[in-house]
Structures are given as structure tokens and as C-alpha cells.
């Protein structure tokens, strides 16, 4: 499972991570690959309030991230069909959209 490795999470925005899936399936590494990155204690360290919780199922069901913005909108990825990095691409986007200083760790 290797993550991207220069990726900067910033989580001040965030009030809620929800990563559900099946350890089973062959589908999974890219919803592991996010659920390392935002788990990790330098992401978490970004807000502490964030709530980052791990569902594991055994029922064949697809992975999925639902993320809630301190803001109240939600962000459902669907994690099959995505990899780590488009997953991580449209998290870190809704972030900077909606906390501009978010952007410090992000080089354009």
C-alpha cells in the first residue's frame, strides 16, 4: 500500500471522515491508501476535533469515504473505481474552497 507520499492533508475544514469496506475484496487499496493519509497522526494533528472513523464489513459491499464539512455538505466517493490520488484530489479541492488557508502545504 503505497501512499502518495508528498501529499499534505489538512483537515481544518472537516468534521467527519467515515471510510467503510469489505478487507476482502480486490478493490480496496485506494480507500486504504486515503483512510492512511487522513488517519495519520500528522493529518489528524490539523484538527483535532475531526472525527476519523474505520468501518470494516464482511459483506462484499463496495468501499466507500463519506466525508461532512464542518459546513454540513457532504463528500461520498465511491472508492472501486478511484484511485488513492483522484481521491485525494477532490478532498484536498473541497478543502482549499472552503478553508483558503488550507493551501500553506499545497505547491502550485
Not at 5 to 19: C, D, G
Not at 44 to 62: A, F, G, P, Q, Y
Not at 69 to 98: H, I, P, W
Request: charged share 25%.
Amino acid at each position: 500500500m503505497a501512499a502518495p507520499s508528498k501529499a499534505t492533508v489538512v483537515l481544518k475544514a472537516v468534521k467527519k471522515i467515515t471510510v467503510q469496506f469489505c478487507p476482502f475484496e480486490s478493490n480496496v487499496r485506494s480507500t486504504r491508501e486515503f483512510l492512511a493519509l487522513v488517519g495519520s497522526e500528522k493529518a489528524r494533528t490539523t484538527n483535532m476535533n475531526c472525527e476519523v472513523i474505520t468501518v470494516v464489513k464482511h459483506d462484499k459491499s463496495e468501499p466507500v469515504v463519506d466525508i461532512t464539512y464542518v459546513d454540513g455538505e457532504k463528500l461520498l466517493m465511491k472508492g472501486a473505481n478511484l484511485t488513492s490520488s483522484e481521491m485525494l484530489s477532490a478532498f484536498q479541492s473541497r478543502c482549499v474552497a472552503k478553508d483558503p488557508q488550507a493551501k500553506v502545504g499545497e505547491k502550485k
